[in-house]
């Protein structure tokens, strides 16, 4: 079981991690550590721990701590879990503790495009999305609703900063996920997943654009959905490169939806139902 530290000062520098680290410094790396993350609550961090994600020290509201026993049973005792006061948490972390918890975790080993489209049939490509909140979203959705991998542009946000990771419910550790390399977006990383028999899907508000239903798009094997930045969507470039240009269609004068939501319609028509249409054959056969 991790091992029990009461701290009394929140300048002590064991809680840097939580709090005081910026995003880019907690990616770097401290020294040999190789980069670390924070998971909030107790539901993300045990699903960090099922994914087999590290734990480095657990941070953990003193009135949530014997609810947060089962997990700190899982790590092993040289592993502190340093204790404050309730009314010093939200001070150190200038944020309301998402049920008492907090765990600093070693990043896992970065993947390579190609290493997380081995095997795959749906794939998620996303360019230059930089709200964390709509990564951890969308990797959410592609978790619960049939993708297989994601492949992120060089300048989308860091799935593993905190925020990300809270709101993905830690679907950010169940999905293999890669980020290109900078000289090879969009083209090269298109190029790849076409020669590996993907067809590429932009959602997009563009002329010619097909509806998400239609037949040309069912009848797609291997399919990569991409999906563009908050304000610009697709790059011109990204776009030129995909094999075709899909819409959601929309009532009562809504041009389109929010990443979160859109992403959710796609991913049901295009990844998730062809999974239910197949078992639903096999069972009338």
């Known amino acids: 079981m991790a091992r029990i530290v009461r701290l009394t000062s929140l300048s002590d520098n064991r809680l840097d991690v939580f709090a005081r680290l910026t995003n880019n410094q907690m990616r770097g790396g401290l020294a040999s550590e190789g980069g670390m993350l924070v998971a909030e609550s107790r539901m993300v961090v045990e699903v960090a721990l099922d994914e087999g994600v590290e734990p480095l020290a657990f941070l953990v509201d003193e009135r949530d701590l014997e609810s947060s026993s089962e997990v700190l049973v899982r790590a ?9 006061p309730h009314d010093q948490i939200e001070l150190l972390t200038g944020f309301r503790l998402t049920r008492g918890l907090l765990c600093a975790m070693r990043r896992p080993r970065p993947l390579a495009v190609g290493e997380v489209l081995e095997g795959a049939r749906h794939v998620v490509v996303v360019e230059d999305l930089v709200d964390v909140s709509n990564v951890g979203a969308l990797f959410r959705n592609a978790a619960a609703l049939g993708a297989e991998a994601v492949v992120l542009s060089p300048r989308c946000a860091d799935p593993l900063s905190r925020r990300s990771v809270r709101v993905s419910m830690g679907c950010v550790f169940k999905l293999p996920w890669a980020r290109a390399e900078r ?31 239609d037949p040309a798009l069912l009848a797609a094997g291997r399919r990569a959905l991409l999906f563009g930045s908050e304000g610009y969507g697709l790059s011109r470039a ?3 490169s995909c094999d075709h240009t899909a819409i959601i269609p929309m009532a009562r004068g809504v041009d389109s939806l929010n990443v979160a939501a859109s992403s959710a319609v796609a991913f049901w028509q295009l990844f998730s139902r062809e999974g239910a249409l197949i078992i639903s054959a096999r069972v009338a056969f």
């Open 76 to 84: 092993d005792d040289d592993v502190p879990a340093y204790v404050l």
């Open 238 to 240: 990204a776009l030129d």
């Open 183 to 213: 000289g090879d977006w969009p083209g090269a990383t298109l190029s790849a997943l076409r020669e590996r028999g993907f067809s590429t899907i932009a959602l997009a508000l563009e002329p010619g654009a097909v509806a998400l239903d």
